[in-house]
């Protein structure tokens, strides 16, 4: 199948490594719903785009809200009728250096909601989808913080949510075994984000090169 038959979608593709994917997705010639939460910043996301030369839709997602993922596989249906990429990026990472001890129930819930059950909850969605049509590329973004071997104190929910969010993909992957249907997680190194702020030596194209560099701990 030529990549101008295929649909993609990525959430918190607003900005970030999220904008970025949609960005090279586009480049290719796939066809990508770029999700977010907020309609205006993914509207402004596709306008930034539209002036570089691409054309991508946009469809408002918040992933820890069913009724949104919903929506979402409706607009599908109903546009595409058939979903071969889902990129699970959208992401919060709320307890930098934080204490398992310390960290509010309210924040540990969030980043579980945001980390692990939104990724749960879209791949419910749309793996019928891609078996049906037997064919679907799930990929996973997730980080050397949810690594077992590396696991320590730190960033206790996010850790927690990632090593989930891993442990989602091994066991998806095998439930979907046999298809042309592959589930894979990534961590995409320590990146000049929002999130992974100015020190990171890994640069977001949006973003202009920092001066100085620093040691990796992703
Ligand atoms: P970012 O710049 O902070 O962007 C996060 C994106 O997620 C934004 O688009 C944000 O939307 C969206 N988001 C957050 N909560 C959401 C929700 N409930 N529903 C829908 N969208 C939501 O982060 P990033 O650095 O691009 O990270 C993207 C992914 O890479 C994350 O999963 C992160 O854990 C992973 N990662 C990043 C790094 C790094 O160094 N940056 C390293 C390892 C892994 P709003 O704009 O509306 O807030």
Same mark, same amino acid.
């Given at each position: 199948?030529r990549?101008?038959?295929? /649909?993609?979608l990525?959430?918190?593709? #607003?900005?970030?490594?999220? +904008?970025?994917? *949609? %960005?090279?997705? &586009? ?15 993914g509207?402004?996301a ?21 009724e949104?993922?919903?929506l ?21 990472y709320?307890?930098?250096?934080t ?8 924040? /540990? ?5 945001? #980390?692990?059950?939104g990724? +749960?909850?879209? *791949? %419910?969605?749309? &793996? ?15 980080s050397?913080y ?10 206790p929910?996010y850790?927690i949510?990632?090593a ?6 091994c ?9 042309d ?25 949006g ?8 040691a990796?701990?992703?």
């Amino acid at each position: 199948m030529r990549a101008a038959d295929r /649909f993609a979608l990525v959430t918190g593709g #607003n900005r970030g490594i999220g +904008l970025e994917t *949609c %960005r090279q997705l &586009a480049a290719r010639g796939v066809n990508v719903i770029l999700a977010s939460r907020d309609p205006d910043r993914g509207a402004a996301a596709v306008e930034a785009l539209a002036r570089e030369g691409l054309t991508l839709v946009q469809c408002t997602l918040d992933v820890t809200r069913p009724e949104d993922i919903e929506l979402a596989l409706e607009f599908v249906r109903s546009t595409c009728g058939r979903l071969d990429v889902l990129v699970n990026n959208a992401g919060v990472y709320l307890d930098e250096q934080t204490s398992i001890l310390d960290l509010s129930l309210t924040d /540990f819930r969030l980043t579980m909601e945001t #980390n692990f059950y939104g990724p +749960l909850s879209l *791949c %419910r969605a749309f &793996a019928p989808l891609m078996r049906r049509q037997r064919y679907g590329r799930i990929v996973n973004v997730s980080s050397g913080y949810g690594a077992l071997s590396e696991m320590g104190a730190g960033a206790p929910a996010y850790s927690i949510s990632k090593a989930a969010l891993n442990a989602l993909t091994c066991v998806l992957a095998d439930e979907l075994r046999g298809g042309d249907i592959k589930v894979n997680a990534a961590c995409p190194g320590w990146v000049h984000t929002d999130m992974g702020g100015p020190a990171a030596p890994r640069r977001d194209p949006g973003r202009p090169r920092p001066a100085g560099r620093a040691a990796s701990r992703w």
